[in-house]
């Protein structure tokens, strides 16, 4: 009976020492997460981990990967011979273009000189690709495979062949972390093309939907309006599409109208991005110590004519 008393003892000393490192380590937890929330004290360790984890990343998206090109490589060779007939085709066109495209910039050169004005410096882009997706249907993130070596940093803007994409929130060295324009979280200073009213777009959490919550019920606004970035704040560039206005509503004794408007760029279906600096920025980090225009390198960098 004395010894097994003394086990049960020894049993519920172990118990209670068990239950008692559980809630000790709840209690560290919590006060780990309050402390990096408020203060981000541990920024670095989580950019060090996130470095040190990229090479796992590419393995496990590895066999995604071949099985995207396993797929695209099985493509039968009439589905190869339409579709460069069709490259050609829209080759040729935007060939033509580009003809009248760079006559163009050239009057746009002459006028400049005419009005003693330097002309603008061309925009610094980066492309990107896109690793992984949250799969949380209340968060619209991304993940690309660029980051702060590669010269990103928080807030730069995201677009796609359509329009605005939405912005980086967080670097990771080898990779960084964007939120789309249609997270709730989100909001971006536009403009509508047609009488220059500005106003913010938030986003809803709908991919195919972004709200204009704050235009007065007599605002000048149309089904059909587009949306463009007005350039406050600094974030986005001005002029880059953002939506187009397809849903107005008026409830009586609201003061606000309903807005709804449809992002430009395909938020539901893109692979790749486009990272843009500010022409100030791409202007300051493209001149070199006397002065003068430097070259970006090649697989940094595209320029595009202004």
């Not at 990103?152 to 964007?178: K, T």
Request: with cysteine.
């Amino acid at each position: 009976m004395t010894l097994s008393r003394s086990d049960s003892d020894q049993r519920a000393l172990r118990n209670t020492g068990y239950g008692l490192r559980t809630v000790m380590l709840c209690m560290l937890s919590v006060a780990v997460m309050v402390l990096d929330h408020n203060n981000e004290h541990l920024n670095t360790v989580r950019r060090i981990m996130s470095a040190a984890i990229h090479p796992i990343r590419l393995v496990i998206d590895a066999p995604f990967s071949l099985g995207h090109w396993i797929g695209d490589s099985a493509a039968t060779h009439n589905e190869l011979m339409d579709e460069n007939r069709q490259l050609k085709e829209q080759n040729l066109i935007q060939s033509a273009r580009l003809q009248r495209y760079v006559a163009l910039v050239a009057e746009n050169t002459r006028l400049r000189a005419l009005f003693d004005s330097t002309a603008k410096i061309a925009s610094r882009v980066l492309i990107g690709e896109i690793l992984s997706i949250d799969m949380n249907p209340f968060r619209h993130r991304i993940t690309i495979n660029k980051g702060s070596n590669d010269g990103l940093y928080v807030g730069q803007a995201l677009i796609d062949a359509d329009g605005i994409i939405g912005q980086i929130v967080r670097d990771q060295f080898f990779s960084a972390e964007a939120l789309l324009i249609t997270d709730i979280d989100h909001a971006i200073p536009v403009e509508i093309v047609r009488n220059r009213l500005r106003t913010i777009a938030v986003g809803t959490g709908n991919l195919e939907r972004l709200s204009l919550p704050f235009l007065p019920r007599n605002t000048d606004v149309v089904d059909g309006d587009i949306l463009v970035t007005s350039g406050l704040g600094g974030t986005f560039p001005p002029g880059y599409p953002v939506g187009i206005i397809y849903e107005i509503a008026s409830d009586r004794g609201e003061p606000f109208l309903a807005v709804s408007a449809r992002p430009a760029a395909g938020l539901n279906r893109i692979r790749e991005v486009l990272l843009i600096w500010p022409e100030s920025t791409a202007a300051q980090r493209a001149t070199d110590e006397d002065g003068n225009l430097a070259t970006s390198p090649p697989t940094a960098a595209i320029e595009a004519p202004p």
